[in-house]
């Protein structure tokens, strides 16, 4: 993973998620919601989340998932 992280802001943890009962899970970027997957893309990113090896790999998969939603001019 090298140089995917260049500017080590994966280390701050940005990215988290919440699995909701009806196992809808919710993106959220320093604590707001920015995506909701359902059915079977949540399923297929709950099985990639338990193969993470560490919470690097985690956020790296988030940044993925959420995909280029951020353009450089937001504050």
Do not use: C
């Amino acid at each position: 993973m090298g140089n995917i992280d260049k500017r080590n802001r994966l280390n701050e943890l940005p990215f988290s998620y919440q699995v909701n009962k009806n196992n809808s899970v919710f993106l959220m970027y320093k604590g707001k919601q920015i995506k909701t997957l359902k059915r079977k893309e949540a399923e297929k990113f709950l099985r990639k989340i338990e193969s993470a090896e560490n919470e690097k790999d985690i956020q790296l998969l988030l940044a993925k998932v959420t995909g280029n939603f951020k353009r450089g001019n937001e504050r």
